[in-house]
């Protein structure tokens, strides 16, 4: 498997170390959200057959931590972005 | 030295000119080179090669191909040792050594052949119903047992002295086989530019046509692939990797492949014996051939029963006669080819073909004198070591014969096209699996693709290449040139899985011939209600021993679906997984074994450690000064003699593996602010704090020093265990959470070595080898942070210490670092410095009732370990909602406690249980755990740090700290956890 990095190209799995699933986002404390927000936040996880966008890191390379979409029927992946400015769309 | 009885006069791609003599079973017997060990067997007169898995019944080599399921030999000795190779794939060399297996005493006499009379008692599933009861006769009597009785070879128990490598390599176009289609496919891709690697199992380019007399463009088959083979060879473009078997296709067009470097020659350590390749491509042509199936039959197992194109293979290829005495089984036309080659080399041949006479329409092509019978079987055999003749089932005949060859048709090699997942359908023309649709980059061509003509296969193989290269954006020109081959007879094959009830038993008939798996064991499953393929696979065992089924599998679909009723085609094909074939644990192990296996990090100070006679001790991949024995000094008085030290005089430690991050920007306390869970922002210049992270489940991730260096400018250390999961953290936080906040960090754990100075002599030392700081009380109170110079080399020096004593960190450039160790020494030297290691530095802190690894275990919250007061009530960071929730909060929780032997000679253990009474037994028994526990000699007792339920309001109750496992149990009192200088005195001075 090899994730193609937004800076540094493809390059093969051992580069990366995996983050678990990016659809997420993170409840800002103090704020409204409640212990259900948080028990969601932290613990539930999504097991799809199929798409799904996680994290990865770049440890091995530029250290950026992206947003893949990996098929987890057969490692395909569709899409590879970084994680910053997503987030940051996403108003968290 | 026997002569080779069996070898022909001429022919064959053998050197006759050289004579290689190796031995088998201790027997010294002769080949030449180009000989595998299976041919050369052969030339010899041998052809029993091996006992059977479960009945030790006696078999001989029956195939000449990876797929052989009888002659597994062991190779080598002593470290070199190698079991389960098949002799058909072992090319060899002056001085080879083989032995057979699963034997004993000898292979002509096998004491535990007495289990094939026990058959009857030995069906499938017998492991599961026999050996259920009594449980404890499992490991004692009965594994055992089975393991002696069955199993084939023993490994070696001794290292292995050979190198093996890994290496990866990248191409357009991953080309599998060397055969027809192999070569064309390889030749038109690389012809249109594409980069292309070419995989050969085999030493020689040719695939089957080596064993064959047909030949292309008028040249003898082997001559024109090698031909070809030269042509791809001079192209840049092109990489030939022979004796290379590709075992596996992994997600995203990645392949394993083994290349058996050295296997060839005799041992020798300068070259790897094996490397493993990770292949990358991007298009796959599978041209890895076809497999011919066995018949099924009573007594097919018999040693003398060969397969149809193996048989003609040993004549064409090595020159070797496996029979003079010849009956050909067959359903097809292919098998004739068999009966003329053999005829024609000498033999005396009888052709069975269980097909109507007029439906044949290679009769026309039997030699004159082969006596032909058609819509006959053979419905069992005669012999014991050695066949000695055959019956036929419908006219009851024997005919006496010491070679049977059998095709049942041929199964295409598919592999790599369904490791993916992909199913592969049944074609009825070809009664046959076959990747009709091989899915996106991958190819197909000539067997592998279920075409068996020759002219076909090339045309195919030059198809695939160009489809191929054009898929990966090459531009063709021109037409293919394909080369005219000679004609084969047509296929014709008719599907025969087994031969009909009433005319063989079921019982000596083998479909499994490696596992003993027989149609008897089928029926019994189909009975028992394990009649669909993955379950009779499960019940049977067939198909799971070291061939996987390639020669056994799609009979056995084809008997399953006969037992069901049910057309084969829907009665679907087991899964297909990597590996393939077997591979040597060497070779996926390649360099990284022994002290390669991982690697070793040293400090900047580790040579001076070395040659102070540290004993060091492993954490994570650093190496660390346990403890500095001196003369006539054990561990416990060396850990003693250290500590006594730091608490009399002075002590320095190398904490060097401690993570190291340096943050600068506006934002970078408020961005600390979000990952401690104290306050940083507000610290002064020039100071240092203790610092907690959480999770963000609530519970303690990590805890360590951060010092304020300047306005925007912080340096912070965290645990050697938890370094790099701590930086990777931190990223997420900024470029996830926060990438609003201007920050920017770094780790610089490799940058800094770092020193722990304390004792109370600790400011005097120093004070003879700092300049550019006044390290007075006064100017450098507790917890200050600033910087000087040691032995030229510019510091950072921070006022903090885990033992309670007096106490500096210093940092200096790693380059700087054993020059200022050094330097410190010296000053020290008048107080008597001594240096210590990780082991008094754990005596020291948990006297000083400090928290590190192992109560930050992922189970305790800040409050648990009596840091609740430091968690900020006005901010957010991570962890502080989850660790407000209920559970984590209130009584019943496990807090933090000290626990000191009642009777002062106790001796405590890390990890016994605490319990208020002994004998009680039962879930909530335990009220806590021994975390942490050393010898003290400051208080001349054994001291430990533990977890306790509702700990802290219960100091000065006495329990027991019970480890059952070592049948130990110590009544103990507990305490409020500090045992030297409760008041926090000393480190103020
Ligand atoms: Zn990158």
């Known amino acids: 498997m090899r994730i193609t990095c937004p800076w540094c190209g493809p390059r093969p799995l051992s580069e990366f170390a995996y983050g ?65 400015p997503q987030a940051k769309d996403a108003g968290s | 030295m026997t002569g080779q009885s069996h070898r022909l006069p001429q022919g064959g791609l053998i050197d006759r000119a050289q004579t290689l003599s190796f031995t088998f079973d201790g027997r010294a017997l002769s080949a030449h080179p180009g000989d595998t060990l299976a041919s050369a067997l052969l ?109 084939l070879g023993a490994l070696a128990n001794e290292p292995d002295p050979d190198r093996y490598k890994h290496a990866h390599a990248h191409c357009d176009i991953l080309v599998v086989g060397a055969g027809p289609a192999g ?93 493993s390749w990770t292949i990358h491509s991007d298009q796959l042509i599978c041209a890895a051939g076809a497999i011919e199936r066995p018949l099924v039959f009573a007594g097919n197992d018999r040693p003398g029963v060969m397969l149809a194109a193996a ?68 419905a069992g055999t005669k012999g014991r070591a050695h066949l000695r003749g055959v019956t036929l089932a419908s006219s009851g005949r024997g005919i006496a014969c010491d070679l049977l060859c059998v095709s049942g048709g041929w199964n295409p090699t598919i592999h790599l096209l369904s490791h993916t997942g992909r199913k592969p359908v049944w074609d009825e023309a070809t009664a046959s699996f076959a990747m009709t649709d091989p899915g996106d980059g991958a190819f197909a061509a000539g067997g592998a693709a279920a075409t068996f003509d020759l002219g076909l296969t090339l045309r195919e193989g030059a198809t695939a290449g160009r489809a191929a290269a054009r898929a990966c954006g090459c531009r063709l020109s021109g037409k293919a040139d394909i080369p005219k081959a000679g004609q084969l007879p047509a296929y014709g ?44 696979k499960r019940y049977t065992t067939l198909g799971m021993a070291t061939d996987q089924g390639k020669l056994g599998n799609v009979n056995a679909l084809g008997i399953l679906s006969e037992l069901r009723d049910m057309p084969v085609a829907q009665a679907g094909t087991t899964t297909f997984r990597p590996l393939a074939t077997p591979v040597a644990l060497g070779a996926i192990a390649g360099q990284a074994r022994g002290r390669d296996l991982r690697p070793v990090r040293h400090t900047a100070m580790y040579r001076w450690h070395e040659s102070h006679d540290a004993v060091f001790t492993q954490a994570g991949l650093w190496l660390r000064p346990y403890y500095y024995p001196r ?170 210490s885990f033992s309670g004593e007096l106490g500096y960190e210093i940092f200096a450039p790693a380059g700087s670092g ?62 502080r909602a989850m660790a407000e929730r209920e559970g984590l909060v209130g009584a019943g929780r496990q807090q933090l406690i000290g626990l000191k032997p009642v009777g002062k000679d106790g001796a405590l253990r890390m990890g016994a249980h605490l319990v208020n009474e002994l004998g009680a037994v039962g879930p909530d028994v335990s009220q806590g755990r021994v975390t942490s526990a050393a010898y003290s000699p400051t208080c001349g007792h054994f001291i430990a740090l533990g977890v306790l339920r509702d700990g802290r309001s219960r100091i000065g109750e006495r329990l027991y700290a019970v480890s059952p496992l070592h049948e130990e149990q110590v009544e103990v009192t507990v305490t409020q956890g500090v045992f030297v200088d409760a008041q926090g005195e000393r480190m103020r001075v």
């Not at chain 2, 009857?120 to 009785?149: D, N, Q, V």
């Open chain 1, 20 to 84: 678990g699933d990016a659809g997420k986002t993170r409840p800002g404390y103090p704020g409204k959200a409640g212990p259900d927000a948080w028990m969601d936040y932290v613990y539930l996880r999504e097991n799809p057959a199929g798409r799904h966008k996680e994290y990865w890191h770049h440890s091995g390379g530029c250290r950026s931590w992206l947003v893949v979409t990996r098929d987890t029927t057969n490692h395909e992946i569709a899409k590879v972005a970084l994680a910053g």
């Open chain 2, 493 to 536: 094959v008719e599907a025969l899985w087994r031969v009909p009830d009433a005319m063989s038993k079921a019982q000596g008939s083998f479909v499994d011939l490696q596992n003993d798996v027989t149609v008897a064991d089928l029926e019994l499953a189909e009975r028992e209600g394990f009649g669909h393929a993955e379950h009779a």
């Open chain 2, 631 to 800: 003369e006539g000094e054990d561990f416990a008085a060396a850990a003693a003699r250290e500590v006594h030290a730091v608490r009399s005089s002075v002590g320095m430690v190398d904490i060097s593996t401690l993570g190291k991050i340096e943050l600068k920007g506006p934002d970078a306390g408020a961005f600390l602010d979000r990952l401690y869970i104290n306050s940083i922002s507000k610290m002064k210049l020039g100071r240092t704090r203790y610092g907690v992270m959480l999770r963000e489940d609530g519970m303690v991730f990590d805890d360590g020093v951060v010092a304020r260096l300047g306005e925007d400018h912080f340096f912070i250390t965290v645990t050697t265990a938890h370094a790099a999961q701590v930086m990777q953290h931190m990223e997420f936080c900024h470029q996830v959470h926060w990438p609003e906040l201007d920050v920017q960090f770094c780790s610089v754990s490799e940058a800094w070595a770092a020193i722990a100075v304390a004792g109370p002599n600790t400011r005097d030392a120093l004070a003879r080898c700092v300049t550019g700081l006044d390290l007075s009380n006064e100017a450098f109170p507790f917890l200050a942070a600033g910087e000087g110079r040691i032995d030229g080399a510019p510091v950072r020096i921070f006022r903090v």
């Open chain 2, 311 to 378: 048989a003609r293979s040993y004549v064409n290829r090595y020159g070797v006669l496996p029979g003079r005495n010849v009956v050909v089984f067959t359903n097809n036309d292919d098998a004739y080819r068999t009966a003329n080659d053999l005829a024609g080399a000498g033999a005396r041949v009888t052709l069975v073909d269980s097909r109507a006479e007029g439906e044949v329409a290679a009769r026309a092509l039997l030699p004159a004198g082969v006596e032909a019978h058609y819509g006959e079987y053979v």
């Open chain 2, 818 to 879: 054993a020059g200022v160790w050094r330097a410190i020494m010296e000053a020290g030297e008048p107080y008597g410095i001594t240096s210590f290691g990780t082991e008094a530095m754990t005596v020291l802190r948990v006297e000083k009732g400090h928290v590190a690894g192992p109560e930050l275990d992922g189970r305790t919250t800040a409050a648990d370990l009596g840091l609740g007061r430091m968690m900020a009530r006005k901010k957010d960071y991570i962890g």
């Open chain 2, 183 to 275: 070569l064309m496919a390889a030749r038109e891709a690389a012809l249109a530019g594409a980069r292309v690697l070419l995989a050969d199992e085999r030493p020689a380019p040719g695939g089957h046509l080596s064993g064959e007399t047909i030949g292309i463009d008028g040249k003898p088959g082997a001559a024109w692939a090698g031909a070809v083979a030269d042509e791809l060879a001079a192209m840049e473009n092109v990489r030939l990797l022979s004796r290379t078997t590709v075992y596996g296709r992994y997600d995203g067009m990645t392949f394993g492949a083994v290349e058996r470097v050295g296997d060839h020659r005799a041992p020798d350590s300068s070259s790897p014996r094996q490397r």
């Open chain 2, 43 to 151: 030339a010899n007169g041998v052809h029993l090669t091996g006992r059977s898995f479960k009945y030790h019944r006696p078999r001989g080599l029956y195939s000449s191909g990876p797929e052989e399921p009888n002659a597994l030999v062991t190779l080598g000795t002593s470290g070199r040792t190698e079991p389960n190779i098949p002799a058909t794939m072992v090319e060899v060399y002056d001085g080879l050594v083989a032995r057979s297996q699963n034997r004993w005493p000898s292979l002509k006499f096998d004491a535990l052949a007495v289990n094939s009379l026990l058959k009857p008692f030995f069906p499938a599933g017998f492991y599961y119903k026999t050996f259920m009861w009594p449980r404890s006769f499992w490991c004692r009597l009965y594994e055992p047992m089975i393991r002696r009785a069955a199993g």
